[in-house]
């Protein structure tokens, strides 16, 4: 018998507490499915979900994270059009100058009221879901 299972993923959230506002960075994908995106990625066998997110930071935006909180995890099969993938989110804070590397063709520095329209997967959701927590702390539900 053959499993499939879901593949692990993480995407970080990552605000620049060194600048007014706290904005957050998405990346401008160079790969399918194009459009911004929250930093993130595929969790490697053998890697914890911790050393994932700091490591899918570092490749994406070239910035050394401090990881506050594992925020939610979203796991619709229907989130990633390429397979099914499980994200576990975290909220991360950051200063310094964001460089794009990696898979990330750009990175722009958002702020609430600036969201680009075309985000891919589901991060409009997760960006509504962490918009909500942080002005009114109030968390995801199922």
């Known amino acids: 018998m053959t499993y499939r299972n879901p593949a692990p993923t993480v995407d970080i959230i990552i605000e620049l507490i060194d600048r ?16 911004y995106a929250i930093p993130g990625g595929f969790v490697d066998y053998g890697e914890s979900v911790e050393t994932a997110a700091r490591r899918e930071a570092k490749e994406e935006v070239s910035l050394n994270v401090t990881l506050l909180e594992q925020f939610y995890v979203y796991s619709d099969p229907q989130r990633d059009s390429r397979q099914h993938t499980i994200s576990i989110v975290f909220l991360a804070t950051a200063t310094g100058e964001p460089k794009a590397a990696d898979d990330a063709q750009s990175l722009g520095i958002f702020h609430p009221w600036e969201m680009p329209t075309h985000l891919c997967f589901d991060h409009d959701r997760i960006l509504g879901d962490y918009f909500r927590y942080r002005n009114y702390g109030i968390r995801p539900h199922f």
């Open 20 to 35: 007014p506002h706290r904005p957050i960075i998405l990346i401008e994908r160079q790969n399918p499915p194009y459009g």
